[in-house]
């Protein structure tokens, strides 16, 4: 089957660091992709991993694995507006088609 | 501006009475996508064009259809909604290519009694 695995919850305060992961089982990998859903928007692209290591850009950073099948979004400097939920998204092959989403996790930070 | 733009915002309809989502994208963009989204469980893709006039189905293409007569649009049409189609409704596109980046419309809410 195609399992892509992140926390359904997660909270955490301003100015803390917060690390977010995903798990997947996928038939095919091509890359690792994070978006940024606010609560009644649309999904934006944050980042992505082909190789394995991290990648880093200003507050976030994404990491990969391919051998583990797993992946994480650090969150640095945690402000109010990082508040949205944080979709995972595996591309199995070279065609845009073949991308599988997970659930996603919905951040809360707290003052 | 590059833009997904996706119309309706909202939408209210009942059982059987045929309607059309509208995406227009201004970015030249060869892939469009349609996906819905429902609570636990993500993203999943209806149906998708790679071009003008080349659409496919997606993992859960029943009770939908498209089409792709020009580039910048890729309509969504329930031809008889039900209320399982209740959803929340996303048009994207982007480049062909390898891990291209997918932009999304702003979404459209569904809701069928």
């Known amino acids: 089957g195609q399992n892509i695995d992140q926390p359904t919850e997660m909270t955490a305060t301003e100015g803390a660091i917060v690390q977010i992961n995903c798990t997947y089982q996928?038939?095919?990998?091509?890359?690792l992709f994070w978006y940024q859903q606010h609560a009644g928007e649309a999904p934006t692209f944050l980042s992505y991993n082909v190789l394995d290591g991290l990648e880093e850009k200003g507050r976030f950073s994404s990491f990969l694995s391919r051998s583990k099948g797993y992946s994480y979004l650090l969150l640095k400097e945690l402000q109010m507006k990082d508040s949205a939920s944080y979709l995972c998204?595996?591309?199995?092959?070279?065609?845009?088609?073949?991308?599988?989403f997970g659930a996603g996790t919905r951040l809360t930070v707290k003052p | 501006e590059a833009q997904v733009t996706q119309n309706p915002r909202y939408l209210i309809t009942v059982t059987g009475k045929k309607l059309t989502v509208t995406c227009s994208q201004n970015?030249?963009?060869?892939?469009m996508s349609w996906y819905r989204q429902d609570p636990g469980l993500g993203l999943r893709q209806i149906y998708y064009s790679m071009n003008v006039e080349v659409t496919d189905k997606g993992d859960v293409p029943e009770g939908y259809k498209v089409s792709r007569k020009e580039k910048r649009n890729f309509p969504l049409i329930l031809e008889s909604p039900s209320p399982n189609q209740t959803s929340l409704y996303f048009c994207a596109s982007a480049l062909a290519g390898d891990n291209e980046k997918l932009f999304f419309g702003s979404g459209t809410q569904l809701s069928v009694l």
């Open positions: 996928t038939s095919g990998f091509n890359g």
């Open positions: 998204a595996v591309s199995r092959s070279l065609w845009n088609n073949d991308m599988r």
């Open positions: 970015m030249n963009h060869e892939y």
